[in-house]
């Protein structure tokens, strides 16, 4: 990867990217209430499980997707992937939150890039933050598997900083958790980026009630 590819690259995975990463928790919220997660073991354990068969590997499989089809311009591709991962959504605060990203991510990208207006208008509105990922790292010329490394280290990134709160967590504890993660994350992407369409399932329903039982809690720091 260049140096120019791997400072892009650093930008699009940024905490700092406008998109609103930050007021989400992906049902975390619950399940701290709950107590199912109490500590760093706990966090870690949980989002190793959701990389090896949660919906984060279906979403990150649909930005692989999305970079490869915006890479060859095979716009009506990414609109299918838009459309079925919409679908796929288990829960309302998830699809609001990735249609909410997308959105922040497009209206950045677009006035930066106006040349890219005809993708962005074939992925459809909403477009989901996948796709706009995916779209937008295969135009920065950001090489795939590195994207699909950064896709994965901003998920985990602010799941581990909404637990710091939560928890709470020292942030300490949160930066050692993150680095104890990146075994699990290097797996994660390889096996990630061999999956067939037909292998696009996921088990992740622990995440799934959670983030159901997520806007009946009586006080919420996030939004999912």
Known sequence: MTDLALLRL???ASPALPVGAFSYSEGLETLVEQRVIQGCDDLAHWLTQELNYGAIRIEAAVMVRSHR???AQEFAR???WNR???ALRETQELRQQSWQMGRALIRTVEQIHPELQPAIEACGVPCNFAVAFGLTAAHWQI???SALSGYLHSWATNLVNAAVKLVPLGQT???RTLLELYPAMA???TAIAALSDDELDTSGWGSGLAS???EALYSRLFRS
Request: proline letters at 4%.
């Open 10 to 12: 650093l930008q699009l």
């Open 69 to 71: 089809h915006a890479q």
């Open 78 to 80: 990414l609109a299918h």
């Open 84 to 86: 079925w991962f919409s």
């Open 143 to 145: 090489p795939l598997r």
């Open 173 to 175: 504890a949160g930066q």
């Open 187 to 189: 797996a994660a992407a």
């Open 212 to 214: 159901m039982q997520h």
